[in-house]
């Protein structure tokens, strides 16, 4: 099967589709391979040649101190939108979909980073104590819902919390070099395809990036439910790079214009933003102990940015009438004199005549 270039890197850029993907795959974690490595757990891919394809979960080296929030599909105007993941301080809005091992659909509880070493939760992650020896055990309740999407019929329903709106916010990082060449390289195997694999891919997740071999690959146990093949074409199926995916891109993120295929939105586009999904504005809170307050405020500010009074101080000032003054300053405005007309006043001298005493 050949593909085109362009075609494998669509998922990257942020693209919208008129058929949801298929539920996730149900599928084993494989065993870290060291220190330092982080989970990133797999997704539907989408080409325009074949439609959606599965990018296996993998484990890779993570940015001292970066969390990794994962790429999701979300409902709205229409279309599924992707929005792509990215690396930063902490987990942002990921669109509540359940992905397993350690991402529950809210945060992440697989592990956290402790100065420039990063320790493992083993109760949901795949760690071996011969490898790794920073780990620690804290239990978490699972989530089996496979739901591979947000909003519309069937998706997760899920918005933004504070705290993940005011991570959204921070400063992030792209996907590495290693997690685009490994969705690349899932792009090129015709059983990755769903229409092949019928949502049960024969490799599911590998222990490392771009490691597809035998010993690293994993395969599903199982789709993660009925699969229905789309009634149209990849081609047919296939929207616009809409504004609509705009929604939860952080807005002073690296990664922002990369989601949207390196546009500056326009206000026709802003104004198009809030066809389906709208934005989510955070609701104000005055707990001191909500570590997103101060940046939810800075999150407001942003979003109010379209009010701005300094420009309209200087629309009344444009607006207000010439100082008075000049050669014309003295005249008076006929319209303003509310005295007799001239004419009667040049008779006035005969009226006072007959009552004896002018005015």
């Known amino acids: 099967m050949v593909l085109t270039a362009a075609s494998c890197a ?5 693209i ?4 949801g993907p298929p539920a996730l795959p149900v599928y084993a974690q494989p065993i870290c391979p060291g220190p330092g490595y982080f989970w990133t ?14 990018v296996p979960g993998t484990w890779v080296v993570a940015p001292v101190g970066m969390l990794w929030t994962p790429g999701y599909w979300g409902w709205g105007g229409g279309f599924y939108a992707w929005h792509a993941g990215y690396w930063g301080p902490h987990i942002g809005f990921y669109g509540g979909i359940n992905y397993g091992f350690g991402y529950g659909g809210v945060g992440f509880v697989g592990g956290e980073w402790r100065g420039g070493a990063f320790y493992y939760n083993r109760s949901v992650t795949n760690v071996s104590v011969t490898n790794v020896t920073s780990v620690y055990t804290k239990t978490v309740v699972v989530n089996n819902t496979t739901t591979s999407f947000n909003g519309g019929t069937g998706g997760v329903a899920a918005r933004p919390t504070p705290q993940e709106e005011a991570a959204e916010h921070e400063h992030h990082t792209a996907a590495l070099a290693s997690q685009t060449e490994h969705e690349h390289l899932a792009s090129q195997n015709r059983q990755n395809f769903a229409s ?8 599911a997740a590998t222990a490392k990036a771009g490691d597809f071999s035998s010993r690293s690959a994993v395969s599903a146990r199982a789709a ?16 616009p790079s809409a504004p609509g995916n705009r929604m ?19 206000p026709q586009d802003k104004s198009k933003s809030n066809e389906g999904f709208r934005p989510f504005t955070p609701p104000s809170s005055n707990n ?7 940046t939810n405020r800075t999150y407001q500010n942003h979003g109010s940015s379209g009010t701005n009074p300094v420009p309209e101080s200087k629309n009344k000032t444009a607006a207000a009438p010439p100082k008075s003054g000049g050669p014309n300053a003295s005249r008076p405005v006929p319209s303003s004199h ?14 006072d005549r007959h009552k004896g005493k002018g005015r």
């Open 248 to 266: 939860f891109t952080p807005a002073n993120s690296n990664n922002a214009n990369r989601t949207m295929g390196n546009s500056k939105p326009t």
């Open 338 to 351: 509310k005295s007799s007309p001239p004419p009667k006043k040049q008779n006035a001298p005969r009226e």
């Open 41 to 54: 757990p797999g997704y539907w891919g989408w080409n325009d040649d074949a439609g959606y394809y599965w």
């Open 16 to 19: 919208s589709v008129r058929v």
């Open 288 to 294: 001191a102990q909500n570590k997103g307050a101060g």
């Open 10 to 14: 669509q998922i990257a850029v942020g």
């Open 224 to 239: 993660g439910g009925e699969y229905h093949a789309p009634a149209m074409s990849p081609k047919e199926a296939r929207g």
């Open 196 to 203: 092949e694999n019928h949502g049960r891919p024969a490799i």
